[in-house]
């Protein structure tokens, strides 16, 4: 008896401390708290897209072409004239166009009418005047680097009137031998001008502005333009530079806020150019592959 006594006394203590137990233990989370709980463990943030520029393997011939180091004979020829001209080579003409500077590198009535002709949008002949300290700073760069010519890949384009291509203010060129980094380095502390480097498409761009602004576009040829300022703290200093030096700004067609280039365009000019290619500009060179 006491046997049977001391087990039920047992059980009921058991029973009673399981009983506190389960009062004091949490309540198991409702199954969507569960189902929610798996997810959130499981859960990543996703991954940024890497940006690659698309470019194929002819037109990264052409843009290697367009950079190919001019002919030791070319360079003495053009040398040896005083003042050396600026001859300018669109891509989509077999013509050079010679223009003759004075002895300050300044260009006349002339030799802008000439610089209007070789900037002309090659899709219609659309043709518009060229601003004359554009022609300029080009000439400039080109005495600098003893570049006896200049591939024009875009002049003028009528496409979008808040560029500064359709004001007769802009160029995206390449001088022979002279990578674009170096290009644009030169072209920055001119004060006063746009400059738009594009890594993949292999040209430089160069306006003339009111206030100096810096860019890079590393998309390729058709893709979405992936655009991003640079340098942002260095224009102003150039240009208070320039000005002291005697530079003057060029008042812009419109205003336009700081941050924005102004050189969006219905087409890019690198499609422009490459397709333009296929007819070969000149002997001396390979004849363009075409798109």
């Known amino acids: 008896m006491r046997r049977s006594s001391k087990a039920g006394t047992l059980g009921l203590s058991l029973a009673a401390l399981a009983l ?3 009062t004091l233990a949490p309540s198991p989370p409702a199954q969507a708290d569960r189902t ?3 997810a ?6 996703p991954r940024r897209v890497r940006f690659v520029p698309r470019i194929s393997a002819a037109q990264r011939r052409q843009i290697q072409s367009w950079h190919r180091a001019a002919s030791r004979e070319e360079v003495r020829a053009w040398s040896r004239r005083d003042p050396p001209p600026l001859v300018l080579r669109p ?3 077999a013509e050079r166009f010679v223009l003759l500077p004075d002895a300050r590198g300044r260009f006349d009535a002339e030799a802008l009418a000439r610089a209007e002709e070789a900037l002309a949008y090659r ?23 003893r570049a006896p010519y ?8 009528d496409g979008n009137p808040r560029s500064r291509h359709a004001a ?21 502390p001119m004060g006063f001008v746009g400059v738009g480097i594009y890594p993949t498409s292999g040209f430089v761009h160069l306006d003339v502005r009111a206030r100096s602004y810096f860019w890079s576009d590393a998309s390729g040829p058709g893709q979405a333009r992936r655009e991003r300022r640079i340098l942002a703290s260095l224009g102003p200093r150039l240009d208070r530079v320039a000005r002291a030096r005697g530079e ?11 941050e924005s280039s102004g050189e969006a365009a219905s087409t890019s000019p690198i499609d422009d150019a490459l397709e333009a290619a296929s007819t070969p500009s000149d002997a001396a060179h390979d004849a363009a592959p075409s798109r």
């Open 20 to 22: 506190v137990l389960s």
């Open 36 to 38: 929610r709980a798996r």
């Open 40 to 45: 959130s463990s499981h859960t990543r943030a």
């Open 91 to 93: 891509l989509h003409l």
């Open 123 to 145: 899709v219609d002949d659309a043709r518009h005047p060229i601003h004359p300290r554009l022609l300029e700073l080009v000439y400039r760069a080109v005495r600098r680097f």
């Open 150 to 157: 200049v591939w024009v890949i875009s002049g003028y384009r």
């Open 168 to 188: 007769g203010r802009a160029m995206d060129i390449v001088l022979p031998g002279v990578s674009s980094q170096r290009l644009a380095a030169y072209l920055r």
């Open 248 to 258: 003057e700004p060029v008042a812009d067609v419109e205003d336009e806020p700081d």
